[in-house]
């Protein structure tokens, strides 16, 4: 879900995706949610009261908020807007939402723009290092690469598309390692499209990435070096062979055995193909669907909970 589809740690702490448990605990699952026109919110303390508690009533706990930067002449970035930002994070930490800084491009999963990545990861760094508290630091980085929308991509061959998963891959492991060495308090995510983890017949990957000597699926590799993903199960039904339970059933259980949680993306922003979205549903409808998958993967330790793309779509809904 590129923002270019349209005009386009106190906390922290308390969330730990390092060490495998057996099973989730009874509480709620999380609930993420993404957020692309942050500009306006930052500005209206009305805008942020109506967002505040609309995640209230929800049950959200966690915003992957669109960040904007500004280039240096030497490659470095720094954040824009950065004492609205600040603002805001205190405001939003004062109510129990993690933030998590948001960004990304297709153009992002090739080597020769990696350098763009760490230098994103590195703004934010900064800018977590010079807060004036922990209420005033994001809680981690969420960036959405999506090499299925680069163009290269309609036309390769397996093995141009495996190669391009493995710069996928390999961007994600360089930027995690960069965020969890300087402040392993901080949460590194990765949005993830469902079919990843598609297998042959005999069960090897579908598209197989080598990886520091190890082959398997791009979603496994990621799972295992990223703190948590968002899976774009687009689908407006949970059941059924095309739901999605069954899109993201694989990606949990390896998740249950590895560092990362899943959250599972739906949609209700008016995009795509009719079956991959809530749009023109009732929120009472959409949630009605929904409340299968968490009681399918409530028990496991892999599930993080459901991700809502987008606020600017969920807040419209009847």
């Keep these: ?13 308390t969330w730990s995706f390092v060490a495998p ?5 009874s509480s709620p699952p999380m609930r993420a949610m993404w957020v692309y026109r942050t500009e306006p ?22 915003l992957f908020w669109q960040c904007h930067y500004e ?48 230098a994103m990861v590195d703004a934010l760094l900064a800018f977590n290092e010079a807060a004036g508290g922990d209420d005033e630091r994001f809680d981690g980085v969420h960036l959405d690469i999506e090499p299925h929308a680069l163009p290269q991509w309609k036309t390769a061959d397996q093995a141009a598309k495996c190669g391009l998963l493995t710069q996928l891959v390999d961007i994600h492991t360089k930027a995690a390692a960069r965020l969890h060495d300087a402040d392993a308090r901080l949460a590194y995510g990765a949005d993830v499209v469902f079919w990843l983890d598609k297998t042959n017949p005999d069960g090897s990957p579908a598209l197989p990435v080598l990886h520091h000597g190890v082959t398997k699926d791009a979603a496994k590799h990621l799972l295992d070096v990223v703190d948590n993903v968002g899976i774009m199960s687009y689908r407006n039904t949970s059941g059924g062979r095309n739901g999605i339970i ?3 059933k694989k ?3 390896y998740a249950d055995t590895a560092r990362s949680r899943a959250f599972v993306g739906v949609k209700m922003a008016d995009m795509g193909p009719r079956m991959e979205t809530f749009f023109g549903q009732t929120e009472e409808q959409m949630m009605a669907e929904l409340k299968p ?9 892999g599930y993080a909970g459901l991700a809502f793309f987008m606020w600017e779509a969920f807040k419209e809904m009847p």
């Design 1 to 13: 879900m590129q923002p270019a589809h349209f005009i386009i740690s106190i906390l922290a702490a």
């Design 21 to 25: 448990v057996p099973a989730a605990d």
């Design 41 to 62: 919110l930052m500005e209206s303390a009305r805008e942020q009261k109506t967002l505040f508690e609309f995640c209230a009533k929800r049950g959200i706990t966690d």
């Design 71 to 118: 280039n240096a002449q030497n490659g470095v970035r720094t954040l824009r807007d950065q004492a609205p930002t600040r603002a805001f994070l205190h405001a939003a930490h004062a109510r129990a939402l993690r933030i998590h800084a948001l960004g990304g491009d297709p153009s992002h999963t090739l080597t020769k723009n990696h350098i763009r990545v760490l």
């Design 246 to 248: 069954a899109l993201v």
């Design 251 to 253: 990606t949990i259980a």
């Design 293 to 301: 998958i968490d009681d399918t993967f409530r028990p496991h330790r």
